[in-house]
């Protein structure tokens, strides 16, 4: 059993930066890559970042490289997302993922989701 649990969100004007927080926990869990999903109203959920269990490799969406950055801690098993120059378009509620691939695919842990409002 994995257990994941995110932190972070809040409204923030555009421009701002926020950061969100997961931690995972379970067997194994080190070896795991973590990822961010995001969900706006009306829109199919989009993978936005994923990062590898040791931190070598990562994948961005387009539409925010060079924006946000995924990171592990030092203990392995928490995720963060780093959210800079946010967007309108940023708005949605968005989900900690475990377990799967660097392409989005077969994520199995999923947190609680967590809203992050960018207001014009």
């Known amino acids: 059993q994995v257990n994941v649990v995110q932190s972070g969100g809040a409204l923030v004007q555009a421009g701002g930066s926020l950061r969100l927080s997961c931690a995972a926990s379970g067997r194994t869990i080190i070896t795991y890559t973590m990822a961010w999903f995001r969900q706006a109203p009306g829109k199919e959920r989009e993978f936005t970042a994923a990062?590898?269990?040791?931190?070598?490799?990562?994948y961005y969406l387009d539409s925010v490289k060079g924006r946000f950055t995924i990171s592990r801690g030092n203990v392995k098993n928490t995720v963060y997302l780093q959210m800079n120059s946010l967007k309108p378009e940023d708005t949605a509620v968005y989900y900690c993922a475990v377990g799967g691939s660097l392409d989005g695919l077969g994520y199995r842990y999923w947190g609680q989701g967590t809203q992050v409002t960018v207001s014009s």
């Open positions: 990062i590898n269990w040791n931190g070598a490799s990562t």
